[in-house]
């Protein structure tokens, strides 16, 4: 089969590698769409450590299943599926609580850091455990269902924290996840989303895709700016979608006393806190891990649309043009947001 394979940092190809063999428990799965993640960008030139050479990375994905493993019974040749990025064990305390996101043995498709290395989906085939894999409607298109893992991490981030419909939301970052979180709020029914970004075109999209208001920081002060908007109490809720300390600053300084904080970006592994404000002003600060078994409820959303990912996708290429557009990326290329690569 042909794969992209990221031979050393910076250097990708595309190769004859051989099919994955699936184990019994297993699916192989034709892909047909799968999606360049901000992480896979991220660690292309090794700065994350989650994407070792040699590596297939891509973990965003849909296909068509082309055979099972003999203790496979749900699923069969020709079933139209995407599947969950996270590998977790089933056995651990964690998984046996429902908390799949934090398995002790948690792997991710398309990520080699060390403890493991697990092949993705940026090739003609992968192999998945049928326990992650979902069915798709005849309806949904293969580039969109690529995105529902995608919308997995925006929706366990509102559940980690759904607003009431008055509350006022910020937003802060928006990017690809910053908009599929205002619009999985909107379909939750709030009514106040203030989105922030330093990238107008950004705005504009968190916009037209359900922000009631937005802020440029480079315009001025973001907590300030948020205070004029609530009459100078501040925003009941805010989601942080990016992970630097700056914006971490801004999401919490825009709250109101009592507020509650949803860090989701995690680009800088580590971030200044204020421990007074947070103490005194008794703010709620919340992780927000992956997903955790909402993927049925983003297909609904995706096939009702609840969610519309076709004004992300920036374009569709087929898998010899990977090293360019991840060049693109890398080099970010502001014109580019989610791009769809089809095997």
Known sequence: MRALLLSEYKTLSVVDMPVPEPGDDDVLVRVRACGICGSDVHGYDGSTGRR???????????????????????????????????????????????QINLCDNRTVLGVSCGD???????????????????????????????????????????????????????????????????????????????AVDVDSRKLALAQRLGATSTVNPQKGDVPAAVQRLTGGRGADVSFEVVGHGDTVLSAIRSLRKGGTVVLVGNLSPRVELPLQEVVSRELSVLGSCASNGEIPECIDLLTRGGVDVDPIISLKAPLEEGPELFARLYGGDKTLMKVIIQP
């Open 116 to 194: 493991y290395r697990r092949h993705g989906a940026f090739a003609e085939y992968v192999a998945v455990p049928s326990r992650i894999i979902y069915k798709l409607p005849d309806s949904l298109a293969f580039e969109h269902a690529a995105l529902v893992e995608s919308v997995s991490i925006a929706v366990h981030a509102v559940n980690r924290h759904e607003p009431k419909p008055d509350d006022v939301v910020t937003v802060v970052g928006a990017g690809m996840i910053g908009v599929l979180i205002l619009q999985v709020l909107q379909s939750r029914g709030c009514r106040n989303i203030v």
């Open 52 to 98: 070792i050479p040699p590596l297939v990375m891509g973990h965003e994905a849909a296909g068509v299943v082309e055979r099972v493993g003999s203790a496979v019974r749900d699923f069969a040749a020709g079933d139209r599926v995407t599947f969950d990025s996270t590998v977790s064990c089933g056995r651990c305390h964690f998984c046996r609580r429902g």
